[in-house]
C-alpha cells in the first residue's frame, strides 16, 4: 500500500495515470493498424476493427473513464493523444484515398464514436451499434443480412 502511495499520492492521480495508459494502448492499436495498411490491408478495414476494438476496451475501463471524468482529470502528457490522432487521420486518408470512407469523414468523428458507442450494452448490442455506425463512415452501401 505504501508503494502505492508514493507512485500515486492522491485518487486524482492513481486515475490521471489509468487513462493515460488508456490513451498510450489507443495510440499502440492505432499505429498497428495504420501499420498493416501500410503493408496491403485495406484502410476502411482496420478503422473499423480499430473502433470495435476501442469499444471492447472502453467497457472494461468504463469505471477508470468515469472516474477520470468525475475527478476532472485528463492525461497531462498529450504525446500518446497525438500518436493516435495522427495513426486515425492517416487510416482515414488511406481509406478516402482507396474511395472506401467518406471524404468528410474526420478524426473528431472517430473520437465521437468512440465517446458514445454504447459500452453499457451486452456485446450483440454493442455488435449492432457498429454495423449500424460503420455506413456512415464509407462509402459502400450496408451489408443486407
Do not use: C
Request: aromatic share 4%; hydrophobic share 45%.
Amino acid at each position: 500500500m505504501g508503494t502505492l502511495y508514493r507512485h500515486f499520492p492522491t485518487k486524482t492521480d492513481l486515475v490521471a495515470a489509468a487513462v493515460a495508459e488508456y490513451v498510450a494502448r489507443v495510440a499502440d492499436d492505432a499505429e498497428a493498424a495504420l501499420a498493416r495498411v501500410t503493408a496491403g490491408a485495406r484502410a476502411l478495414d482496420e478503422l473499423t476493427t480499430l473502433l470495435g476494438r476501442v469499444i471492447e476496451a472502453s467497457v472494461t475501463d468504463r469505471a477508470v473513464k468515469a472516474a477520470a471524468q468525475a475527478l476532472g482529470t485528463e492525461p497531462g502528457d498529450r504525446a500518446d493523444e497525438d500518436r493516435a490522432g495522427k495513426a486515425v487521420a492517416t487510416l482515414i486518408h488511406a481509406g478516402q484515398a482507396d474511395g472506401d470512407v467518406h471524404p468528410d469523414v474526420t478524426v473528431n468523428d472517430i473520437y465521437l464514436l468512440f465517446s458514445t458507442a454504447p459500452t453499457e450494452q451486452p456485446p450483440v448490442a454493442r455488435a449492432r451499434w457498429l454495423t449500424l455506425v460503420v455506413p456512415g463512415l464509407t462509402t459502400q452501401a450496408r451489408p443486407s443480412g
